[in-house]
């Protein structure tokens, strides 16, 4: 199994906590669509021998496209790809763009999933992220789009300043009044050089607790498990039978190829990224050549990945693919470090696989990184 990732890299507006790669002009997405759909035709003989049965609008806000725009870009997956019978297709929306007539005709074209970035239903949540889209548009898009499709997923952010854990409760209710199948939700992230970062340093908005944080990822993992949900990953909830195919093949360590300005491939043995510059990837691709830079990982690399990877998920680390893939040296150095997270009752092992138990889930990334093999083999 493989999966195509398209990055379209436009937003309205920069919301305040974003450090994507975007641009809020949309004077080149005719060149850009071009691109994409050139950058597909060259790249075609990387996934040769393997079926697609994933393909993924991200960005971004990818729903800024017309569905004529995103059709020509799947018509030109079909035309260069081995496709699986049944792909899951998604589109990332903002609540914004999804009037009623625009999902009714999402409806009808090849998309087959939507993700909508509703991050809250309050509008002082929204302000302060400067959202695009306002706490009604939110309520609206998915009263019609739970109409429309069955795949949805949403997506919702804890931890914002000034947010208690009754509102943050409220917000998870009212995502489950839309019966929605799947909910990813992500710690509020200050990351360098963004808007939110500013602020917080000049004092305009208090800083994020971590605590808080912490108490609201655990609101949300019980109150959706007791909903019917599996925490599938640490940011990912879903009713059986809709796990996101794209995102769980990631976890899972399968080929993806990144297509657009700043887009990711992997193919289990190099990583590659493309330039974060809409002008400089255009230039190139029409000139037919790959704005791509890559690198190839060593053993050392491919299993600390597995292992950062892997200990986010329900699956977690398998001691026997440790072993297969990378030798008995990093097996045995696998189960001699988490000892002490395991009897700290952060890690624990089941059916020869290495897990993170429920306190430990919130500090699994923190975790892995203690896992890692730094001497390069």
């Known amino acids: 199994m493989s999966g195509i990732y398209i990055h379209i890299p436009f937003c309205k507006q920069a919301c305040h906590y974003c450090d994507f790669h975007f641009s809020t ?102 302000k302060l992220m400067n959202r695009a889209h306002n706490a009604n548009e939110a309520i609206e898009c998915l009263s019609v789009a739970t109409r429309h499709f069955d795949n949805i997923s949403l997506d919702l952010i804890y931890g914002i300043p000034g947010a208690s854990n009754t509102q943050w409760l409220k917000n998870i209710e009212m995502a489950l009044e839309f019966n929605v199948p799947h909910i990813s939700s992500y710690a509020l992230t200050v990351e360098p050089k963004t808007a939110l970062a500013s602020f917080i340093k000049k004092g305009v908005i208090e800083d994020v607790d971590d605590e808080q944080a912490h108490q609201q990822f655990h609101l949300l993992k019980e109150t959706l498990e007791a909903s019917g949900f599996v925490h599938y990953e640490l940011s990912n909830f879903g009713k059986e039978s809709y796990f996101s195919r794209n995102n769980s093949a990631y976890w899972q360590g399968k080929s993806y190829l990144g297509i657009g300005p700043s887009a990711h491939s992997f193919n289990g043995k190099q990583r590659g990224w493309n330039v974060s510059n809409n002008s400089k990837y255009i230039k190139a691709i029409q000139q037919n050549e790959l704005p791509i830079e890559i690198e190839t990982l060593t053993p050392t690399d491919q299993y600390n990945e597995y292992v950062m990877t892997g200990l986010r998920t329900i699956w977690g680390v398998s001691f026997y693919k440790v072993e297969n893939d990378f030798g008995t040296v990093f097996k045995d150095y696998l189960i001699e470090q988490s000892k002490v997270f395991i009897n700290q009752q952060l890690l624990y092992i089941d059916d020869g696989h290495l897990r993170v138990t429920k306190q430990g889930q919130f500090l699994s990334d923190g975790i892995s990184s203690e896992l890692f093999m730094l001497n390069s083999f």
């Open 25 to 126: 002009s949309l004077k080149k997405k005719d060149e850009l669509v071009n691109a994409l759909c050139r950058e597909l035709v060259l790249r075609k003989d990387e996934f040769k021998n393997t079926s697609v049965e994933t393909i993924y609008f991200g960005g971004g806000t990818p729903s800024l496209l017309a569905n004529e725009e995103l059709q020509v870009l799947i018509d030109s997956v079909y035309q260069n790809y081995q496709i699986s019978e049944h792909p899951e297709i998604t589109l990332e929306a903002n609540p914004d763009d999804l009037s009623k007539d625009r999902i009714i005709e999402l409806a009808k074209s090849p998309i087959n999933r939507l993700s909508i970035g509703i991050q809250s239903f309050f509008e002082a949540d929204l």
